[in-house]
T-cell receptor, first 109, second 115 residues
Framework: GEDVEQSLFLSVREGDSSVINCTYT??????LYWYKQEPGAGLQLLTY?????DMKQDQRLTVLLNKKDKHLSLRIADTQTGDSAIYFC?????????FGRGTSLIVHP | DAGITQSPRYKITETGRQVTLMCHQT?????MFWYRQDLGHGLRLIYY???????DKGEVPDGYVVSRSKTENFPLTLESATRSQTSVYFC??????????????FGNGTRLTVT
């Protein structure tokens, strides 16, 4: 099975909060990342969390980490149409990350 | 300008032809990667390199060849292209000293179509 799992699609209304979930299997992961991929572009680092943290907030983004359940989530407050993209969760122990399949976030008016 | 660039941006080739995708980074990152992105499969690692002259297989290496004679370049060659290699290919790099576990920096991708 996959090392990192995500749901494939999420649809939200503009102005609502979006929550994208991810589960991972390697408990020795040091860093966990969220990348964003806009149409026609490569992945860009959105935010990250170190494994000894429970939460990280960065403007509209909140990352929650539950190490016991190996569960990571990304909350986007006040979701805008410009947030429509594919979001990838990734875990890393060394320099070689393992990516999830990506969650396509669709924001509609 | 600093960054990671891939060329060409789009490529159409015929089955059986050899094709090389180029990747160049200006940060002197030690690690470089090639991924392919396909619907339903997400990102799959083809090959990676930890330093010049050091390469290693990823998840889906069959049909691909890489080289890393210089730190900044990491070309990917399809020796005899097949239709199953139609995909979007991404190059990425990372290195020590960046902080935050050395996240990857991605190029904008090469869309390859094999007819």
């Amino acid at each position: 099975g996959e090392d990192v799992e995500q749901s494939l699609f999420l649809s939200v209304r503009e102005g609502d909060s979006s929550v994208i979930n991810c589960t991972y299997t390697d408990s020795s992961s040091t860093y966990l990342y969220w990348y964003k991929q806009e149409p026609g572009a490569g992945l860009q680092l959105l935010t990250y969390i170190f494994s000894n943290m429970d939460m990280k907030q960065d403007q509209r983004l909140t990352v929650l980490l539950n190490k016991k359940d190996k569960h990571l989530s990304l909350r986007i407050a006040d979701t805008q149409t410009g947030d429509s993209a594919i979001y990838f969760c990734a875990e890393s122990i060394s320099y070689i990350p393992t990516f999830g399949r990506g969650t396509s976030l669709i924001v509609h008016p | 300008d600093a960054g990671i660039t891939q060329s060409p941006r789009y490529k159409i080739t015929e089955t059986g032809r050899q094709v090389t995708l180029m990747c160049h980074q200006t940060w002197s990152h030690s690690y470089m990667f090639w991924y392919r992105q396909d619907l339903g499969h997400g990102l799959r690692l083809i090959y990676y390199s930890a330093a010049a002259d050091i390469t290693d297989k990823g998840e889906v290496p069959d049909g691909y060849v890489v080289s890393r004679s210089k730190t900044e370049n990491f070309p990917l060659t399809l020796e005899s292209a097949t239709r199953s290699q139609t995909s979007v290919y991404f190059c990425a790099s990372t290195g020590s000293g960046q902080g935050a576990g050395s996240p990857l920096h991605f190029g904008n991708g090469t869309r390859l179509t094999v007819t």
